[in-house]
């Protein structure tokens, strides 16, 4: 895959007459990363994406080798940092399921209340960063108005915003902060008055509209067989939401909609996204008032030791399945750890679906599958 | 009153007085060449401010507020950092037509401001075929984009710089025929007579509907023809980093920063002298104090008011929507401005044959 695309020294035979090959990336202001696409064009026409990666792979999986079982979650919130909660939640399952720690029910609703927060914060900075490779500067502002009242959530509850590590084996590192409660009850209102401005700066838009329906149509049989995965699947009309299918923490008790459009288009995934961002603001309303008070964290040894065997944990992240897999040998630290990651997967789907399009399409429809690139390099 | 009018009359005179036509007129010149300059440096630094502040207003932000009082150094200051770095040229590019393409595009502004009448008898060329000579001269400034992009020798300079050929082009004509309907109204291609043509009221209110369509279309063919978001694709920095000027910087890349902004002023002065009434004030009918107080607003504060609140208009446009996709974009220029404003321009011609209007 890497021959076809070797610098090219000699420059008397470009190809096929009428191509061109464009660099985007790995420094483009729309690969949102150093994802880097060599993109064929004929005209404005795109004949051929080819994703290449690499460019900020730090080894997460090798370097978590030599970890132990407390340490190696703080590696993880770098992977997909806009869900750092979540992929720590995701390796912490996986020890307390090795080794039957039992999780206090206030860590579980707790838990779940910042993943769902963290979904949402996640999804509004998708909208604003979407818009904007659309070309719309304003809704990006707007989108991080409420991010930011997220983002001092997390800060008050874990003293970071971006990559919190606050999850750890047996339950939460501390207890919340007192204001938590009201603080998200803030949150919620103030969502819930102004998420209707994004409908009208955005849905609602005719250009905004043309620009996404019937663009980047991936069918169902096609995000299955690519292994898509969260809002891109869905939207294809793919059941795949782990809360649904593996509840875990406390999602068994609370009620929600799995949020399934056909269309498969951009403008479906975008719409899977909003309606997503609702019933988050669902469950934690339903949790919010019923924490249960006692223990945020569980009893655990002093060292961890995940029994010999293999291991697998699979949650929800903002961008789809996130599966963690440890092969065990018996020590301190894992043997081999493996994660698989939803971005990786969405990306490789790109080439088919944009393909014969134009320039601005790939904007669309790459904007929608809403990449993560350390989440795709690790 | 000290009017606009009465200094250039005072100016002419003494001149006249001093020194025999020619060298008068040479000198007359001079003056009118650095006023312009001013003018447009002023123009810039104004424009990009206000632009900062629109933006910022509808981003539930601040804007720049740090260099002088309220920010309003801030765009002098960003110039000065503009002239001091250094212009770079690209090794591959052609030299000669990368360093001429922002000179071009900052000339055909230029000489576009030539017969816009600013305030009552404030006019640099009141030439008989103003309306023709600024259609035509607004459609050179697609010369140096495709110059800049070509010379660029950068692939993203250069499917800025077709798609800027393909979208200039193409709106050129639906703007031509939205002008054409005032000057089928008028009668006349002079500005100073379509100006006088509305003295008892702006072409918008007198001509029916179809003068609204035709102001509409002329507002989005415009904001097409400078390469203003919606219609931005020839930059497009989410798709071609930054069009046709990727390769430019310092001075030459404010060039054609600043031929923009000149170029919203002009298209949008122009907008205001066709549709209402360029420096006419407000007259409405037959009430006679309401017009007397209207008049006692300089002319050049009608003017100028007019054509900020189109600029303003078009940086709300620029800050509200997405962008349009390149085949959409030709798709809407042919197959509704066009046909609208063709049916439009022959709905007027029977209005203005019939006296229908006002």
Redesign the interface.
Known sequence: MYNETEIIKDTTNLGPEGE?V?NMGPQ???THGVLHLVVT?NG?TIKKIEPHLGYIHRSIEKMCESLTYRQFIYVTSRMDYLSSHINNTACALLVEKGMQIEVPERAKVVRTILNELTRIASHELWIGAM????????P???AF?EREMITDIMEDTCGARLTMNYIVPGGLMYDIHPDFQTKVKAFIQQFKEKVTEYED??TG?I??Q??TKGVGVLTTEDAISYGCTGPVARASGVRCDMRKIAPYDAYDRVEFEEIIETAGDSFARYIVRVKEMNQSIRIIEQLIDNIPEGEFVGKTKNVLKLAKGEFYQRVETARGELGVYIVSEGATTPYRIKFRSPGFSNLSVLNHIAKGS??????ATMGTLDLVIPDIDR | MLSLESITKTTQDWLLAKFDPTIALAIECVIVIVLCITLFAILGLVLVLLERKV?AR????LGPNRVGPGGIFQTAADTLKLIMKEGLTPDSADKFLFNLAPFVVMMVAMLLLAPIAFARNFQIWDINIGVLYISSISSLSVIGILMAGWASNN??SL?GAM?SGAQIVSYELSAGFAVLTIVVLTGSLQISDIVAAQENGWWLFKGHIPVIIAFVLYIIAVTAETNR??F??AE??????AGFHTEYSGMKFALFFLAEYINIFIVCAIGATLFLGGWMPLHIGHWESFNHIMDYIPSSIWFMGKTFFLIFVIMWFR??????????LLNLEWKYLLPISLFNLLLVTVIAIMGWHF
């Open positions: 061109l464009v483009h202001p729309a064009l404005e818009a904007m490779d659309l070309g719309a500067f304003t990006f502002f707007y108005r700066l955005v838009n250009i905004f043309s620009r134009k320039i601005g399409d790939l904007m | 933006a509808i981003q539930i932000r692939k993203y499917l798609r978001a919606p931005d694709l497009a920095e989410s798709e071609l980093t800050w509200t929507f997405p962008r349009l996709r390149v085949d959409q």
